[in-house]
């Protein structure tokens, strides 16, 4: 399956202060989430700054195609009639976006009829053997050629299992707590440090019973069996979409952003965490409860950073935000080491080989390492063409690389950043960065 060709670039130029007040559109762990279960609740849902992006169109679009009637006030505003699903006439098309495609697998697998999931080349690349292997202890019959989509799905019944988890990953939590629902017996998950929690939270908001038996969460015991109520829910918006804007206000000089109303959901927050042992200068504020989420404004200005050395149980909580803070240390002041991000390799592309490579064409000097990754800075970036491989974060980030760089840059491939923030390059040239889109 194929994603249309998207062919977009950016050219930036270094200078433009970034200065004023801007929103991020809604999070996206959260909206694959809202849209799957509304679908499968018992009831009308409905969901504002739901986020109108591509990979969670694909989700849209696979639970319409699984029967999901599903209306549209506007593009974030939607009104889900929860109920059964039905067969799809054709393959659900996941495009690029491997949590739609590994959290709705764990509901296809508990499905009275036969499914098959797939997506873009990108994705057909991306491990699946770690939910099928424990989906599959479970009881669930799906086929997969090398452990990648295509995956066939037939119905099976289902048991509950006990399943500890090699990696922390939010996607594969979620895929097992989500086939649970529909298992015959509890289902038990324990995972090696805590992953996002948006599932367990918007579940156990829709009445289904999780017991954890620590405060971290790390070993979670899903009931089956009940009502799922339907959702009502304002979702917050993305921390990794307000990273790149965020470190973009601390990299040009004379800026003063704030973003309102973002997650701060502790498993989301790493990026912060390492962001203030860098020294960077911000500020939280109007902190309040939103679809269950502890969300907040957060106010950034730019600051003199210093390295830092991450690893362990941080990771997990700024995973999607090492692209970003490649980009950070390049301007730091001193050593960065990131250790223990193996995962980093498997995402959309190999985050840790992509990011160096195109860093090193804007004058970077990367010291690639297995899990990781060492860059000493501060780098003075000369400019040049990077290109942000279909890959939404690597565009982003490079975008923001080229506000730094001393003769500016050009970002080839950047419509990918839709995938995760649309008006990506409107929000950034709205605040002040001199950005131009073609
Ligand atoms: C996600 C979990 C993470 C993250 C991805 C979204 C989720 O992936 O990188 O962008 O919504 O559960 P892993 O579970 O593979 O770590």
Redesign the pocket.
Known sequence: MKTDARHQQFTLRPGGEIRGKITVPGD??IS??AVMLASIAQGTSYIRNWLAAGDTEATLGAMRDLGARIERQDASTLTIEGGPLRPSPNPLNLKNA??GI??LAGIMVGQPFASTLDGSEQLRRRPMR?IIDPLTRMGADIRAANGCCPLTIRPAALTGAHYDMP????????ALLLAGLYADTPTTVTQPSP??D??ERMLRAMGVRIDQEDEAGNCLTLYPGGRLEPLDITVPGDP?SAAFPLVAALLVPGSDLTITGVDLNPTRTGMLDALAEMGADFAISNRLTQAGEPVGDIQVKSSALRGVDIGGETV?RM??EFPILMVAATQAEGETIVRDAR?LR??ETDRIAVMAAELRKLGAVIEEREDGFRIVGPQRLSGGQVDGHDDHRIAMSLTIAGLVAAEGAIVTDAACAADSFPGFAETLAGCGALLLPE
Do not use: M, N, P
């Not at 990696?167 to 979620?174: D, E, H, L, N, P």
């Open positions: 996206k762990s694959h989430r491997g949590t590994r959290l770690r990696i922390a990953s939010g996607q594969v939590k979620s992953a996002r948006h599932t990794s997990v995973i999607d995962e498997v995402k």
